[in-house]
């Protein structure tokens, strides 16, 4: 087995709000990744007293906990759990009904001895490669396709018709993207949050199979020395226009 991963904030040392782990149990040849990629709040911090990191790491943690001690609950059970108990761990403190209270974008993935299954909330992307070498990507594209409508996003943030993230509402797994694969029918898996994913949805330079095959080859520090080369070479954001103009970027890479 191999897993590589790389982390990097979008601002030298700046904080980096997104959160990656891996857990290899003792028992059997399984495992569980987490990928979130944190929400930048806004100036009143959405009515929260903790930061971005802190909750990413609330809520990555139980996320990696749950989905290795309980193989009995499902990735959306797990997701909904790990929910709850970050917000019971500052619904005292802070106004959890703020839309804009600290939230996620959320891949996780777990495998067994039988399966890979996956589960995608917002605009984190989970590539799978398959027995074959061909490379799926497993997306939640509702910001894209609000986007394509000329729509503004934020206000449709855990909004119906809009697009949903993980906050302090266990209900919004259902919405999630999720599904479950025979293990002998993938080969290697890839998570991005959207700022490692940017040569492919923002600059367009890439493929979804071109960015997965740099990531086998190089590394996740290649494909995300690639998107920074990019955002150089723009740095005010005028040939490509985007919220930011660097972000936070995270990959991982595990072959099975």
């Not at 974008?105 to 995608?120: E, G, I, K, Q, Y």
Request: glycine share 8%; with cysteine.
């Amino acid at each position: 087995m191999r897993i590589e991963t790389a982390t990097e904030p979008g601002a030298p040392g700046g904080a980096n709000e997104d959160f990656v782990s891996v857990a290899l149990p003792a028992a059997g040849r399984g495992g569980a990744v987490v990928l979130l990629d944190g929400v930048t709040p806004p100036p009143d911090n959405g009515g929260c007293v903790h930061s971005v990191p802190w909750f990413t790491a609330h809520l990555g943690g139980a996320l990696l906990e749950l989905s290795v001690s309980r193989p009995d609950l499902t990735l959306a059970d797990c997701l909904a759990a790990a929910i709850t108990r970050t917000a019971d761990a500052h619904r005292d403190t802070c106004d959890l009904f703020h839309p804009l209270t600290p939230q996620a974008t959320v891949v996780l993935v777990r495998w067994s001895d039988d399966a890979v299954d996956h589960l995608v909330l917002s605009d984190s992307a989970l590539l799978v490669e398959g027995a074959d070498g061909s490379v799926r990507p497993h997306l939640d594209d509702r910001i894209e396709r609000l986007r394509a409508a000329g729509l503004r996003v934020a206000p449709l943030r855990n909004r119906e018709g809009g697009f949903f993230t993980a906050a302090a509402d266990p209900s919004v797994v259902s919405r999630a993207i999720s599904g479950r694969t025979p293990r002998t029918a993938v080969r290697a898996f890839a998570a991005l949050t959207d700022g490692a994913a940017r040569s492919v949805e923002v600059f367009r330079s890439d493929e979804w199979a071109s960015a997965f095959a740099l990531l086998r080859k190089e590394g996740p520090d290649a494909l995300i020395s690639r998107v920074r080369g990019f955002e150089r070479a723009d740095p005010e954001g005028v040939a490509v226009p985007r919220g930011k103009v660097h972000d936070d970027a995270t990959a991982i890479f595990v072959e099975l």
